[in-house]
């Protein structure tokens, strides 16, 4: 028998193909793909009867044009608002998405690039829990929370088609389940969690294009995910507000917007929105206010 794999690496068992090759029940083997690559240093490449490529599956006149044909669609599409960027082989086809849901992709890519920016440990483990209503597209969903959580660490160079392989070599883990909410029909939370704690943040689309982000680690909240923002976790006691206000005055720096939600504790967690950038001198002043538990600063 003679075998060529030039598909996927990992359709062929590679210890059981060098055994194989070794006796003479395999003839001849053309690999162009290894389960690991790049396989520099591969026990295969020292067999006599197999030739190695350098994964050139898509060097075929047949594919270029295909990539070609797809490149030219997916710009297309683009111009036209109904693609995502750096999603050239998206897991999913975009056009076959509702608009509705679209809007709920991205939220959950804004919640989790939020949290990530609140929660800067080494992310551990990333979970989505979304309304029976949405069980469908939880997969989508996941993919885009790994997007914009990573995109804090990695930048442009993580994208829907390789975020989850980024993410196995991490070691990070992912889980996507579907709950249920008593107040909203159509709830979506992401949880980005770490060795030192979890940051939770769920939202909901109301209407036909309002994304907003209604509670925080239990907190209920009400904005929509866009602008600079200043998160503050408090005693909730007099005075707090004002501590703050004169901090960020005294910076010239004007607040668009306050939203405050209280626990069941005596402590609350505000959401200041500024027209300005945040930096640290005056997060740590922020953090000195005496009934400040912390202040964090993050942006979309």
């Known amino acids: 028998v003679r075998i060529v794999n030039c598909a996927r690496g990992g359709l062929i068992n590679e210890?059981?193909?060098?055994?194989?090759?070794?006796?003479?029940?395999?003839?001849?083997?053309?690999?162009?793909?290894?389960?690991?690559?790049?396989?520099?240093?591969?026990?295969?490449?020292?067999?006599?009867?197999?030739?190695?490529?350098?994964?050139?599956?898509?060097?075929?006149?047949?594919?270029?044009?295909?990539?070609?044909v797809q490149a030219a669609d997916q710009a297309i599409s683009a111009?036209?608002?109904?693609?995502?960027?750096?999603?050239?082989?998206?897991?999913?086809?975009?056009?076959?998405?509702?608009?509705?849901?679209k809007l709920y992709l991205d939220l959950v890519s804004k919640m989790a690039y939020l949290a990530a920016q609140i929660n800067k440990n080494p992310i551990k483990n990333i979970k989505i829990e979304a309304s029976s209503n949405l069980k469908k597209y939880l997969d989508p969903m996941l993919t885009f929370a790994l997007v914009g959580a990573l995109k804090t660490q990695l930048g442009d160079s993580i994208n829907y088609v390789n975020a989850?392989?980024?993410?196995?070599?991490?070691?990070?883990?992912?889980?996507?389940?579907?709950?249920?909410?008593l107040n909203l029909k159509?709830?979506?939370?992401?949880?980005?969690?770490?060795d030192k704690e979890v940051t939770t943040f769920s939202g909901v689309v109301f209407g036909e294009n309002e994304e907003r982000i209604v509670n925080i680690n239990g907190f209920k909240t009400d904005f929509k995910p866009k602008g600079k923002m200043i998160f503050l976790k408090n005693r909730d006691i007099p005075g707090f507000i004002r501590d703050i206000s004169a901090i960020l005055a005294k910076e010239n720096i004007n607040i668009a917007d306050f939203r405050l939600g209280r626990g069941e504790e005596k402590d609350a967690l505000a959401v200041v929105l500024v027209d300005e950038d945040i930096n640290s001198e005056i997060l740590k002043e922020l953090n000195s206010v005496e009934a400040c538990i912390w202040a964090r600063y993050a942006n979309v």
């Open 15 to 68: 210890d059981a193909l060098l055994k194989n090759l070794k006796n003479g029940k395999i003839a001849y083997a053309g690999i162009d793909v290894f389960v690991k690559e790049p396989a520099t240093d591969h026990p295969l490449l020292d067999i006599e009867n197999l030739t190695a490529t350098q994964h050139l599956g898509a060097n075929t006149v047949e594919s270029q044009k295909n990539i070609a």
């Open 186 to 194: 159509s709830l979506v939370t992401v949880k980005v969690i770490t």
């Open 79 to 101: 111009l036209r608002g109904i693609c995502y960027p750096n999603a050239l082989n998206l897991p999913i086809k975009t056009e076959d998405i509702p608009n509705e849901m």
């Open 164 to 181: 989850k392989f980024v993410a196995d070599e991490r070691g990070i883990k992912t889980e996507a389940v579907v709950t249920s909410s």
